[in-house]
């Protein structure tokens, strides 16, 4: 399938500048994805024409303000198969909507001598936070095993479920290896162990069609602004009857049915767990990157980076002395490479030198980085506004780097 990706460009402002003198070449849209013109200009006209807080005024421009804001939850429970939009909880990020489940579904359902299971390739905001919900409670973490590949061990984690199992929380797609997980038939092994399912989505969401009913995990989290969409609108997907049984997160305005010194009752979901003021235009703008999205559709973006990859991974396959980490065969376009001899960080300042932004590091996993044996890679996370031509540039410019370091 193709896109009309040379239109797709023009709707991205920021890919018409130069970085370095040299046209920009974006390659780290894994880290935050470029936003367009439509997410930009709605939010500017949410500022100039139509801002007022929500939920609280009987004024109209609040009242249109509090009827915009929950049009965009409605969007989203579309665009990602939700059957309900009284289960789309929104949070800054999935770092937020993560920490939300470990503090509050966490701090009720796991106790001493419980297990949590998570896998090597995981994000830390899919670690850390239940570590430190392990540390409060005396639970204990187990982790699935990945090959060499970077393809998940799957009768590793079976094994690994247990009666003392509470939770399953998995990554989607994987932000440094790319790998794509089979999370429906993950979810489906954890419920046959009664055990309750996360899964991280902060990769997916951007790049392939999303379907959180046909996954079926009790609870989904991922970032707007990895998603086209600006930063500080985050999303929580959580099955209805788990979202209503959790206590709060934050408390304060909002979240609210009725407060006084006597006690306080709370509002039902999802504003139960939207305490103050939410980033307004952030969820205005989020909606514009779905309509975007909409009207290309997220099956054709899927396609087309597939394709980029191929493309991408054959290319890199030519560089001498480089290495990719990450094979899986169900993979996203994310490519995390090695080079002989020179530092991921050198290889970013080369290509930075050339106009090409890739990442360099440990990308947030550094217990997967220890798995696979490097103390970081050098990476490039494609999107649909990417080239062949943006490919090209990527190669050249590591053969380049290789010659300089050889
Ligand atoms: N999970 C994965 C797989 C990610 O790649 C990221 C960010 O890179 C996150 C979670 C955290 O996203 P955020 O920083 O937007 O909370």
Redesign the pocket.
Known sequence: MTLDVDRIRKDFPILGTEMRGRPLTYLDS??SAQKPKAVIDAMSDFYSARYANIHRGVYQLSADATRDYEAVRGKVARFIGAKDEREIVFVR???EAINLVARTWGEVNVGEGDEIVLTWME?H??IVPWQMLADRKGATIRVAEIDDDGVLDVHHLASLLGPRTKLLAV?HVS?ALGTINPVAELVALAKEHGVTTLV?G??AVPHQPVDVDAIGADFYAF?G??VFGPSGA?VLHGRYPLLDAMPPFLGGGDMIEVVSFDGTTFAPVPQKFEAGTPDIASVIGFGAAIDYLDGIGMDAIAAYEHELLEYATAGLDTVPGLRIVGRAKEKAAVLSFVLEDAHPHDIGTCLDGEGVAIRAGHH?AQPLMQRVGVPATARASLAFYNTREDIDRLVDALVKTAELFS
Request: hydrophobic share 20%; charged share 10%.
């Open positions: 894994g880290a990020n999935a770092t994000h905001a899919n990554t932000n991280d902060a990769q970032s602004h990895k985050g947030c």
